[in-house]
């Protein structure tokens, strides 16, 4: 039977080893907002298993062609994308092996600022990463809101993490992943005019031609979500989690952001994870040698930023 021509790209974090001592090193001095999204090593490869059994994952190199009307035939099969935000350490050391055994292909989207930091990847590892199983795409300098950031620093964010990665993969660099799901149509037009060709969102939807690469929504998996929930979500079908994004959707334009960040919190703890992310950025930042600093957060200068006015990043 063909399928609808569309993708379903699932939003992972981090997989975590499933031993117990293993599993409490993972979340040493993390918070449960962070962990909540580590899967389980046993788990992940379940949810692979499932996919390679079921569904095509489509890879970087398909993105084009799919997104190109001209062939706009169905697919036999249903069409799934993997994608990993941050950059988390387990995403290459746990993970790595189980989608190369299986011979499936990530996107892995780096916030540079925690290239090195503790529990992230170095650059020396992304740099050697088989192609076959990861493509290197930018989830910013610092993980901040870009939607709340003049356009300027949105710039800057997607400018400095573009070069870095370019360097660092010896490749193109035109996938953005946007931290904290903070999109609007401003950092789509900017994220375009800095050479980014594909934008995930944390927005839920399946992807076709008509919803175009630069709105790809993804559906996000956590350490809870049971094989069933991927399951139905291979076959495209995500009506629980849209109508629970409309609900939250509805909100926003009258609370305004901080409000309705607010009542995200109360409703998803969600908020915690944002603000944890920043924090890591900016303990990764502090403990750097001053070689590796980055611009958009200069040592020893203060700097208006998401976690307050004018906060000294180097004291
Ligand atoms: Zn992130």
Redesign the pocket.
Do not use: G, R, S, W
């Given at each position: 039977m063909a399928m609808p021509r569309r993708f379903v790209s699932l939003m992972y974090?981090n997989v975590v080893r499933d031993d117990d001592a293993g599993a409490r090193a993972d979340a040493a001095g993390l918070g449960r907002s962070i962990t909540s999204y580590f899967v389980g090593a046993t788990a992940f490869a379940q949810q692979l298993d499932a996919i390679a059994a079921t569904a095509d994952v489509l890879s970087y190199a398909n993105l084009r062609p799919f997104f190109d009307k001209a062939t706009d035939a169905p697919a036999a099969r249903p069409l799934v994308q993997l994608t990993f935000?941050?950059g988390w350490r387990g995403t290459v050391d746990v993970a790595g092996p189980l989608l190369a055994e299986r011979g499936l292909q990530a996107m892995l989207f780096v916030?540079t600022g925690l290239i090195g930091a503790p529990r992230f990847l170095a650059a020396a590892e992304l740099s050697q990463l088989p192609r076959e199983t990861f493509h290197l795409g930018s989830?910013t300098v610092t993980?901040r809101f870009l939607n709340e950031l003049p356009d300027a620093e949105i710039r800057d964010e997607l400018r400095q993490s573009r070069h870095e990665l370019e360097d660092i993969a010896g490749y193109e660099v035109d996938t953005l992943s946007i931290?904290?799901g903070a999109c609007d149509q401003r950092v789509v037009k900017i994220a375009a005019e800095c050479g980014y060709r594909y934008v995930f969102r944390s927005d839920v939807h399946a992807n076709s031609p008509r919803t175009g690469p630069l709105n790809i929504g993804r559906a996000a998996i956590r350490a809870t979500t049971r094989l069933e929930t991927v399951a139905r979500y291979l076959q495209g079908d995500l009506r629980r989690e849209r109508l629970r994004s409309t609900l939250l959707s509805l909100p926003k334009r009258t609370l305004g952001p901080h409000r309705y960040r607010q009542l995200r919190q109360l409703l998803l703890g969600q908020v915690r994870t944002e603000h944890e992310?920043c924090d890591l950025v900016r303990s990764a930042v502090q403990a750097a040698p001053p070689a590796m600093s980055h611009g958009v957060y200069p040592r020893g200068t203060s700097h208006p930023t998401a976690f307050g006015p004018a906060t000294r990043l180097s004291q």
């Open positions: 974090h935000d941050d916030t989830h993980h931290p904290n992310m």
